[in-house]
């Protein structure tokens, strides 16, 4: 069974300042990756995947993540908060093997970006 | 290209009742995967449809069931609503079963009184 694991359910960052957050995986197999952004009574919108193609992937609003599988992480980061950053981010897994496309969330890491 | 659609948006019911809500996804998807997303309990797979087949099920009981049309529109249900069914739930599209990559709607906020 795949789990992801988001580490601090609240980060806090002044604008301007980098911005990590924390995913670790745990597959059997080398797994799709993905990132995605919820903003207050919204859906869930994708910021990035890695599919195993370049292990450095860049995906929208200037986040990019970077896959260490000897590390089984795949941490989020921005080099400079800005506060439209505010939000609440998930990690998520998925078997490229299995049929289907059923995702495996992590907990979730809610963003506080001070002025 | 128009976004998966959901609606209702929101949605109050009580407890006993049952509800339906509804899905469009990105024209060309055939794929359509729900979600409950709760404080407790986080974001959780319920099943996923494609060519009007359920695929996979995650691990909700038989009150949560869902079915998916030829237009690839899909629709869930959940009968005798308990407080504890008081959630968003999301629906998300994908191209096919290979795809892999999923693409969200706005959610149904219902709330079980």
């Known amino acids: 069974a795949q789990s992801v694991t988001q580490l601090g359910s609240h980060v806090s960052v002044s604008e301007g300042a980098l911005v990590l957050l924390r995913c670790n995986y745990s597959s059997s197999v080398p797994p799709y990756l993905f990132w995605y952004v919820q903003y207050p009574n919204q859906g869930l919108q994708l910021l990035l995947k890695y599919t195993s193609a370049a292990t450095l992937v860049k995906g929208i609003n200037g986040f990019e993540a970077e896959f260490k599988k000897s590390e089984t992480s795949f941490h989020l980061t921005k080099p400079s908060a800005h506060m439209s950053d505010a939000a609440e981010y998930f990690c998520a897994v998925s078997d490229p093997w299995a049929a289907g496309n059923k995702l495996t969330f992590g907990g979730g890491t809610r963003v506080l970006v001070k002025p | 290209k128009a976004g998966v659609t959901q609606t209702p948006r929101y949605l109050i019911k009580t407890r006993g009742q049952q509800v339906t809500l509804s899905c469009s996804p990105i024209s060309g998807h055939r794929s359509v995967s729900w979600y409950q997303q709760t404080p407790g309990q986080g974001l959780q797979f319920l099943f996923e449809?494609?060519?009007?087949?359920?695929?996979n099920k995650g691990n909700f009981p038989g009150r949560f069931s869902g079915r998916q049309f030829s237009n690839s529109r899909s629709e869930m249900n959940v009968s005798t609503l308990e407080l504890g069914d008081s959630a968003l739930y999301l629906c998300?599209?994908?191209?096919?079963?290979?795809?892999?990559?999923?693409?969200f709607g706005p959610g149904t906020r219902l709330l079980v009184l």
């Open positions: 449809y494609f060519s009007e087949t359920q695929r």
């Open positions: 998300a599209s994908s191209l096919d079963l290979q795809g892999k990559t999923q693409y």
